[in-house]
Structure formats: structure tokens, C-alpha cells
């Protein structure tokens, strides 16, 4: 990344606390904890399933993964608190300009035992359990660090309950409301807990409360906000794998969920574009196409190590038959699609120019110096050049309903990036150019 300096040196110091480091979220430069964490998650689980596979790259993943983590536990260093955010997102959208020369106020937030923060509480735990497990070999003092953090975070969560959309509303929506509320995410903390000290504790925790936190409530789409199809998938693999009786209820969850991306299966109840693009939400739907192929291909693995089938409402489905879906969704994310588009930028010959990103889209420093005031850049934002910087690998929003793409760059809802986005996409890349011997 040769275009990229440092920037947010100061952050944090507004409540006098190092907040340095960790991601922006997607084309701001604001830190938001909540999606950071669930970036975190996902691509330490991408690591846990399928990192083996990864060869030269592990040691990149690592390294992604643990400058998320250094951060979360810079963001969770004070008991029963989390600083949750950096940056006034509404100031800094106010604004078009490159993180290096960023002047708007730098405000810091946080949850505690008054402002609880469950789901953002919750998740963070999750990161730093799904990271140790990914860390413990190669760095077993550091990973002794997040498991330990990850069971302190994760009582507060449970402890203090409540959804940190109430007590910081004006600050974290309309941008990461939390609109499923934070049963998901206690559920989906608790089964990383689980998986990452084997206490008993957890899976008491999950029998207790799994039907209160929403363990069979039928909702299909998994991503930043919504945990429940994720814990499924990771607790089916308890009953499945570890032949764990308890949770033998989760194998139906977890079939529901698979069911319901299933074109022409009696329980579907997803909707594909023309081109056969799964389709969520018109706001950043490619996150859902990378977080299902991703559940798609991890239930694949475990029906595979069980000799298990999928049952969609009597009509059996093949592990093999899963695998093709995922690997047909994100064909059609690196380009074999009506548009002949890629939706990873800088791969294949045609991929998206104007993302919305204020670092690739604005001169970088060694480019061009002197400071680009906050309202200069938007000269940028609303031209039809193409960004300068080429931000390698990013994954943008991607096409609407009918597979149409406009590549412009004021369209936050299909041309932005996010983090989220492309961290399960990881897994899922692993697995596939594995298995078709390019790893």
C-alpha cells in the first residue's frame, strides 16, 4: 500500500486512552467497534476453517487478524468498558478527505455498566475468542491475552444487558444501529467462548439460554448486525464433529438457514438476480453474498466430516451441491456475470474505478502534498476520473436486483468497500483456489 501514510496518530486521546491503530470500516475514516469486530470474527473463523489451505498467505492473515485484535484490546483495557468508536461519523462524512489529512473531531465513545452495549460487548468477545484460537500456535502468550480478555469482555456483555443503539443512538445510527438487537450476538459469543476454553460453562450457558437468545428464530441473512445463522452454523459443528448430543437441535437450525439459500428447494426463500447473484438488500448486498458462501462452504466441510446430508423439508441435499452454490456466487463476484464485472478491484480486466473511498479516490500524499481541505475533495467525489489509487482486493457493494452496475463513485450503496465484506470472502477464496489446485 504505498499510497497509504499513517493517520489517527492522536485517536483516543480525547478521553485519554490509546485508541491508535485497528481498520475504517469501508471508504470513511471513522473507527466504528462494532463492525471491527465482526471483521475480526469472520476472518479468524475464515483462518480456523480453512487456513491450512492458505499457504504463503497464512502468515498475511495472521497479521489482519492481530491488528484488529492489538486494537480491541486497546478498546477494552478498562473493565466493564469499551470504546466503541472513533470519530464523529456524521462530521467525517461531512467531509471528502484522505485519512492523512483528516481534521474533523475525533471524538471517542464508549459502553460501560450505565451505556451497556450488549451486541458491540458481546461481538468484540467473540473476536478476541475466534482470534486466540487462531493465534494459539504460533503466539501462545499473546493468544493467553485474548482468551482471557475475551471471557472479561464477554461477562460484561452478558452482565450489563442492553443494546448500545439506546444509549448512543445519535452517535452509532442511522450508521451501525444495531437492528436485530444483542440476543444474536450473546448466543454467537458464547458459542466462540465454547469452542475457544472448553469450559463447560458456555455450553451451560448456551442450553440455559439458546431459546431466549433466539436459537430457533427464523432470520437468513447473517452479517455485521445479524449473528443467528452464524452461531448455527458453528454450533451444528459441535453435534456434527464433536458429536455433542445437547445441541443436536442446532443440525435443524442450521439446515433451515442452508434451506433458505437454496434455489428451487421447498424452503427457499432467497432472491437471486437474473445473473444468479444472491440478493439481500440493495445497501452493500455483497456482504451477504460473502458471508452465506462462506457458512455455505464451512456446513459443507462439517456434513462432509460427519457423512451428513442437508434435509430441506424432506428433499435431501448433498454437501457437494453446497459447494456448487458458493462457488457460483462468488464466480459471479470476480466477474462471470451479464456485466463481465469484476466486484474485486484490481482483478480481472474490467472491475470498478469510482469506488467510493476517500483514500483512493483523492491524490495520495507523495502525489500531491499539500493538504486537501474537507470540502475540496468533493470535487473528486462527484467527477467521473477514475480513482488514482487502486485499492487492490477491495470488495465493493456490488450490482442491484437486476445485475446493473453504474461504477459511481456518490453510490455508497453499491460502489463502497467495507472490511466486513471481505472477510469471509477469505475463507471461501482459500477453499476454492484450493481446491482447484492454485494454492
Given at each position: 500500500m504505498t499510497w497509504r501514510r499513517d493517520s489517527g496518530l492522536s485517536d483516543g486521546s480525547a478521553m485519554h486512552v490509546d485508541l491508535v491503530g485497528g481498520y475504517y470500516d469501508a471508504g470513511d475514516n471513522v473507527k466504528f467497534g462494532f463492525p471491527m469486530a465482526?471483521?475480526?470474527?469472520?476472518?479468524?473463523?475464515?483462518?480456523?476453517?480453512?487456513?491450512?489451505?492458505?499457504?504463503?498467505?497464512?502468515?498475511?492473515?495472521?497479521?489482519?487478524?492481530?491488528?484488529?485484535?492489538?486494537?480491541?484490546?486497546?478498546?477494552?483495557?478498562?473493565?466493564?468498558?469499551?470504546?466503541?468508536?472513533?470519530?464523529?461519523?456524521?462530521?467525517?462524512?461531512?467531509?471528502?478527505?484522505?485519512?492523512?489529512?483528516?481534521?474533523?473531531?475525533?471524538?471517542?465513545?464508549?459502553?460501560?455498566?450505565?451505556?451497556?452495549?450488549?451486541?458491540?460487548?458481546?461481538?468484540?468477545?467473540?473476536?478476541?475468542?475466534?482470534?486466540?484460537?487462531?493465534?494459539?500456535?504460533?503466539?501462545?502468550?499473546?493468544?493467553?491475552?485474548?482468551?482471557?480478555?475475551?471471557?472479561?469482555?464477554?461477562?460484561?456483555?452478558?452482565?450489563?444487558?442492553?443494546?448500545?443503539?439506546?444509549?448512543?443512538?445519535?452517535?452509532?445510527?442511522?450508521?451501525?444501529?444495531?437492528?436485530?438487537?444483542?440476543?444474536?450476538?450473546?448466543?454467537?459469543?458464547?458459542?466462540?467462548?465454547?469452542?475457544?476454553?472448553?469450559?463447560?460453562?458456555?455450553?451451560?450457558?448456551?442450553?440455559?439460554?439458546?431459546?431466549?437468545?433466539?436459537?430457533?428464530?427464523?432470520?437468513?441473512?447473517?452479517?455485521?448486525?445479524?449473528?443467528?445463522?452464524?452461531?448455527?452454523?458453528?454450533?451444528?459443528?459441535?453435534?456434527?464433529?464433536?458429536?455433542?448430543?445437547?445441541?443436536?437441535?442446532?443440525?435443524?437450525?442450521?439446515?433451515?438457514?442452508?434451506?433458505?439459500?437454496?434455489?428451487?428447494?421447498?424452503s427457499s426463500s432467497s432472491q437471486y438476480t437474473p445473473g444468479g447473484l444472491l440478493f439481500k438488500m440493495s445497501d452493500s448486498n455483497m456482504q451477504y453474498v460473502t458471508s452465506s458462501s462462506f457458512l455455505l462452504l464451512t456446513y459443507a466441510k462439517y456434513l462432509t466430516s460427519s457423512h451428513t446430508l442437508v434435509n430441506c423439508g424432506g428433499i435431501p441435499v448433498t454437501a457437494k451441491k453446497l459447494r456448487a452454490i458458493a462457488k457460483k456466487q462468488v464466480d459471479y463476484l470476480l466477474g462471470d456475470n451479464p456485466l463481465k464485472m469484476s466486484y474485486m478491484v484490481g482483478y480481472g480486466p474490467r472491475y470498478p474505478r469510482r469506488i467510493h473511498h476517500r483514500g483512493s479516490s483523492l491524490p495520495s500524499v507523495s502525489a500531491h502534498p499539500a493538504k486537501i481541505q474537507c470540502s475540496a475533495g468533493f470535487g473528486v467525489m462527484n467527477s467521473q476520473s477514475p480513482n488514482p489509487n487502486v485499492l487492490v482486493g477491495a470488495v465493493v457493494g456490488g450490482p442491484d436486483l437486476h445485475d446493473r452496475f453504474p461504477d459511481k463513485r456518490s453510490d455508497y450503496e453499491q460502489s463502497e468497500p467495507s472490511t466486513y465484506m471481505n472477510a469471509p470472502l477469505v475463507g471461501s477464496l482459500a477453499y476454492l483456489a484450493h481446491s482447484f489446485g492454485q494454492l
Open positions: 465482526f471483521t475480526a470474527t469472520m476472518l479468524s473463523w475464515s483462518v480456523i476453517e480453512f487456513g491450512g489451505l492458505m499457504g504463503g498467505e497464512l502468515q498475511n492473515a495472521r497479521e489482519a487478524i492481530r491488528w484488529a485484535t492489538d486494537y480491541l484490546l486497546k478498546a477494552t483495557v478498562h473493565p466493564d468498558t469499551i470504546y466503541v468508536q472513533v470519530g464523529d461519523a456524521k462530521k467525517d462524512h461531512a467531509c471528502w478527505e484522505r485519512p492523512e489529512d483528516m481534521d474533523t473531531p475525533r471524538n471517542v465513545y464508549k459502553i460501560d455498566k450505565s451505556t451497556p452495549g450488549s451486541e458491540v460487548a458481546a461481538e468484540t468477545a467473540a473476536a478476541l475468542a475466534a482470534a486466540s484460537l487462531v493465534l494459539r500456535r504460533s503466539d501462545p502468550r499473546y493468544s493467553e491475552i485474548l482468551i482471557r480478555r475475551a471471557i472479561r469482555v464477554f461477562q460484561f456483555a452478558d452482565k450489563y444487558r442492553g443494546s448500545y443503539s439506546n444509549g448512543l443512538k445519535p452517535i452509532v445510527c442511522p450508521f451501525y444501529c444495531s437492528y436485530s438487537g444483542y440476543e444474536d450476538e450473546l448466543l454467537w459469543g458464547a458459542a466462540w467462548l465454547h469452542k475457544a476454553t472448553k469450559n463447560p460453562m458456555y455450553l451451560h450457558y448456551i442450553q440455559v439460554n439458546g431459546q431466549t437468545l433466539g436459537a430457533a428464530e427464523f432470520d437468513n441473512t447473517f452479517g455485521w448486525d445479524n449473528k443467528h445463522a452464524g452461531a448455527r452454523i458453528l454450533l451444528s459443528k459441535e453435534f456434527l464433529v464433536q458429536k455433542v448430543q445437547s445441541l443436536h437441535e442446532y443440525k435443524g437450525h442450521a439446515d433451515n438457514f442452508i434451506c433458505s439459500l437454496i434455489p428451487g428447494a421447498p
